[in-house]
């Protein structure tokens, strides 16, 4: 998806439903920036609840925070091309995460315990294995890796998309266990 159809997308969210949100990665090319960064530092996870989606809002700000954590709260507006910014980080992909395949099946999901202390999840055609932790009460998951089916053949999944299958986990999680 364009930053573009995302933008669009989260306004047209704004507009009609203002209590819901919803979540999407944005992946920022490597020549964006001046060194080479991993792929979980150039993904940012915004929400479209930033005020840039709201409608009648002065402010257009949009803050995010990097997968890889090293980078929070960042004013992404300030530093993006599709927002104006001349030689600004410019998106090379976006998705929304409730829009990923399988997220839907989330609530049908089987947790299996592994050996290695891990647990892995699956549900519908994609299976998720994660190290659990608590923090501040909720459940939190550390991504490890991720399979989905795809042209009927297992394939593995890419970081940034194991991180957001992660992030609808703990969601998921944490709402129906109370965590």
Same mark, same amino acid.
């Given at each position: 998806m364009t930053y573009h159809e995302l933008k669009e997308t989260f306004c047209d969210l704004k507009q009609r439903s203002p209590k819901d949100n919803l979540t999407a990665h944005i992946i920022f090319t490597e020549d964006s920036f001046d060194k080479k960064y991993p792929l979980l530092s150039r993904t940012y996870r915004v929400s479209s609840d930033n005020k840039r989606f709201w409608p009648n809002k002065f402010?257009?700000?949009?803050?995010a925070c990097c997968l890889d954590e090293t980078d929070q709260g960042v004013?992404?507006?300030w530093?993006?091309?599709?927002?104006?910014?001349?030689?600004?980080?410019?998106?090379?992909n =976006?998705?929304? %995460? /409730?829009?990923?395949?399988?997220?839907?099946?989330?609530?049908?999901?089987?947790?299996?315990?592994q050996d290695d202390g891990t647990v892995s999840y699956s549900f519908g055609s994609t299976r998720i294995q994660a190290r659990e932790s608590k923090e501040n009460g909720k459940l939190r998951l550390?991504?490890?890796t991720g399979e989905q089916v795809s042209d009927g053949e297992w394939a593995?999944?890419?970081?940034?998309?194991?991180?957001?299958? =992660?992030?609808? %986990? /703990?969601?998921?999680?944490?709402?129906t266990v109370g965590a």
């Open positions: 402010s257009r700000s949009i803050f004013r992404l507006d530093y993006m091309a599709e927002e104006g910014n001349k030689d600004g980080w410019k998106v090379e =976006c998705y929304i %995460l /409730e829009q990923m395949q399988d997220a839907a099946a989330i609530s049908d999901l089987t947790r299996t315990e550390k991504p490890l593995e999944l890419a970081i940034d998309r194991i991180y957001g299958y =992660c992030t609808l %986990l /703990e969601r998921h999680l944490n709402r």
